[in-house]
């Protein structure tokens, strides 16, 4: 298994410009999720789905859009990119409910809107 | 609001050395604590889970205490290696919205030294 993979690794970007990031897990979780990760804070929700179709915002969604067409699949869109949006965006995915039941991480997109 | 505080901000040790990072809460309601590793680079990795009847959890040298009448964790590193470098990172999940309410800490980054 290759668990949750993200695509690109890296991609610089001019502002203005626009670009999908994707995540895609192989382990059959409902949930999906996306953060970002900036220095000195904790990692923030942007957009979160709880199921193909469904989608939901997070804690910072504003620029951003996503999409769960496929239930292995979750896509991030920034539509027009701004330098506040360089980040390290990270997906996550999960089986549903409370406890014990942990998010496992993708290895990362770096960005950088210049 | 929610909140997780970590320290040290950073920490340095020598290999074979103990050391014991510290992580303060005061999400509500509260529903799990996990303490997720973190390699530069690299998305978080989960090392434990704790529920509120749980107070100790243990992961190979990892171990994790839970006080919740005091909203405190500690995660115990024994023996450190050069492998544990790396930043790690204290989140609460608050009760309801299907696990997605989580907070997350900035991290202590840990550097393991010869």
């Known amino acids: 298994n290759a668990g949750v993979t993200q695509t690109p690794k890296f991609r610089v970007l001019k502002t203005g410009q626009s670009m999908t990031l994707l995540c895609a897990q192989d382990?059959?979780?409902?949930?999906m999720y996306w953060y970002r990760q900036d220095p000195g804070m904790g990692l923030r929700l942007i957009h979160y789905?709880?199921?193909?179709?469904?989608?939901a915002k997070g804690e910072v969604p504003d620029g951003y859009n996503v999409s769960r067409l496929k239930k292995q699949n979750f896509l991030l869109g920034l539509e027009s990119a701004a330098p506040s949006q360089t980040s390290v965006y990270f997906c996550?995915?999960?089986?549903?409910?409370?406890?014990?039941?942990?998010?496992?991480f993708g290895p990362g997109t770096r960005l950088t809107v210049t | 609001k929610n909140q997780v505080e970590q320290s040290p901000q950073s920490l340095i040790i020598l290999e074979g050395k103990n050391c014991t990072l510290q992580c303060n809460y005061t999400v509500s309601p509260f529903s799990n604590l996990r303490w997720y590793k973190q390699d530069t680079g690299r998305g978080p990795v989960s090392l434990t889970i704790m529920t509120f009847s749980e107070n100790t959890k243990s992961n190979g040298r990892y171990t994790a205490t839970l006080d919740a009448d005091t909203k405190q964790s500690s995660l115990h590193i024994t023996a450190s290696q050069l492998s544990d470098s790396a930043s790690y990172i204290c989140?609460?999940?608050?009760?309801?919205?299907?696990?997605?309410?989580?907070?997350f800490g900035t991290g202590t980054q840990l550097k393991v030294e010869l």
């Open positions: 382990m059959n979780h409902e949930y």
């Open positions: 789905s709880v199921g193909e179709g469904t989608t």
């Open positions: 996550a995915s999960k089986t549903p409910g409370q406890g014990h039941y942990e998010q496992y």
């Open positions: 989140v609460v999940s608050a009760i309801g919205g299907g696990g997605n309410k989580l907070t």
